[in-house]
């Protein structure tokens, strides 16, 4: 703990004469110039030997041998009350004042000559300490070591079952894992194996009963009914699933939506550099958790000699659907915007599509305004008709769109 005798001082209206006109602290082995000045003895040391062989008082030439200690002033000084250092919180901050500690603290109050004899301090049971197992725990009170033992994660504590020390924190570990002389059931337990042994016995005891084979075959078994079991569930669950699903479709149920292709130019760009790798390519578009869509856009297609813009719905679910779906061409003035129609039976790959065409000259002539802020809005609408129950295992493909820019898909 870090203090000056300042820090501790207990007397009041103490007379100004006992501070140093140096340090303004207590002085501390007071001595004096031929002229009667008082001063700290360090402080008027350091005032010869650095600054100038003067009394900084009275300037009057002074040597260290030519001071004379002030017997009765340090006798006055010595008979002030202080608190003891251990009635103040723990302290080892330069610069931090000193709290009294009311309640835990040492209520002992001294002169400064008993507590420059230190005989109180080395008795002190409130003086602070350090953990001597590991400093880590951070100082406590003398008289609260039990306590703190009681709780110290790093107190020696032996093993029940082989004796050994080891810090406390560490014990269980060692139990759980590491002790040789612990009772441990047998790894096959689930398989039908209900010994106990000592864990230094485990490998002797895993080769009896031609090395278990009957208890690991016990519990794949098990695993293997249970897998069967689970995969049961999950079926029936897959079965509710596309019941609710075909229930929803059964209620006229269909999904509006508006694809929003921000940047079209840079788009339409990287389209022209290479048509069949930089389609435009929506976010997915789910109407029931499973039933999956998605759009994508050719910049330039001919269709019957007319150049086109292509609007793709693609399917990716594995099922063979009819599915009405309509996309519109929005335009800034609501009656120019251009809308049509599909009904078209999709196959049950996955990735099976159908597109509708739209004249390129009307879309991206800038007087027509179907692009603006160099942005293209699509509304769509998808409508399933009918599911045909038609599953079939194919190769699933992989298909690399590069270059590809963010699009947004919003609701």
């Known amino acids: 703990m870090k203090y000056t005798i300042d820090d501790l001082i207990f007397s009041k209206d103490i007379d100004e004469d006992l501070y140093c006109q140096l340090c303004c602290n207590l002085m501390n082995e007071s001595v004096s110039c031929q002229a009667g000045h008082n001063l700290c ?8 030997e650095t600054v100038k062989p003067q009394c900084p ?8 041998s030519t001071l ?3 017997i009765y002033l340090q006798k006055h000084i010595n008979n002030l009350k202080v608190y003891c250092p251990n009635g103040f919180f723990n302290n080892d901050i330069d610069n931090n004042k000193l709290i009294l500690d009311e309640k835990n603290g040492c209520k002992e109050i001294l002169t400064i000559e008993q507590l420059k004899n ?18 880590k725990c951070g100082k406590f009170r003398m008289n609260d070591i039990e306590n703190h033992q009681d709780q110290c994660n790093y107190y020696p504590t032996k093993c029940f079952y082989c004796k050994n020390e080891f810090d406390r924190m560490n014990l269980s570990n060692h139990l759980l894992l590491d002790c040789p002389l612990v009772m441990i059931p047998c790894r096959y337990k689930e398989g039908g194996c209900n010994e106990t042994f000592p864990r230094h016995q485990l490998s002797k005891h895993l080769t ?30 897959r079965t509710s699933c596309e019941e609710l699903e075909t229930k929803l479709i059964n209620n006229d149920y269909s999904f509006n939506g508006r694809w929003i292709i921000k940047q079209f130019s840079a788009h339409f760009d990287l389209f022209k ?12 578009i789910f109407l029931t958790p499973t039933k999956e869509f998605s759009l994508s856009l050719s910049a330039d297609t001919v269709v019957n000699s007319v150049n086109c813009i292509s609007i793709i719905l693609s399917k990716q679910f594995q099922s063979s659907s009819t599915i009405k779906f309509s996309f519109e ?26 597109s509708i065409e739209f004249p390129t000259s009307e879309i991206y002539n800038i007087h027509n305004k179907f692009i603006v802020n160099d942005q293209l809005i699509i509304k769509f609408n998808i409508k399933i008709l ?25 609701e």
Not at 57 to 64: A, D, F, G, L
Not at 220 to 230: D, E, F, P, V, Y
Request: proline share 3%.
């Open 41 to 48: 003895k360090d402080c008027f040391h350091k005032q010869i």
């Open 57 to 64: 008082i009275c300037c009057i030439p002074v040597t260290i």
């Open 68 to 70: 004379c200690k002030n």
């Open 118 to 135: 230190g005989k109180h301090l080395k008795e002190c049971k409130f003086t602070f300490v350090s953990c001597k197992y590991n400093e």
């Open 208 to 237: 009896l009963e031609d090395n278990h084979q009957q208890y690991i075959s016990n519990i794949i078994n098990a695993h293997r009914s249970q897998l069967k079991s689970t995969s049961k569930q999950l079926q029936q669950l």
């Open 273 to 284: 550099e290479n048509p069949f790798t930089n389609l435009i390519i929506s976010p997915p």
């Open 329 to 354: 061409i929005t335009n800034q003035s609501q009656t120019k915007s251009i809308k049509k129609e599909e009904k078209k039976k999709f196959s049950h790959l996955i990735g099976s599509s159908h």
């Open 386 to 410: 009918s599911i045909q129950d038609e599953q079939q295992e194919i190769e699933e493909s992989e298909e690399n769109f590069n270059n590809t820019l963010i699009t947004e898909l919003e």
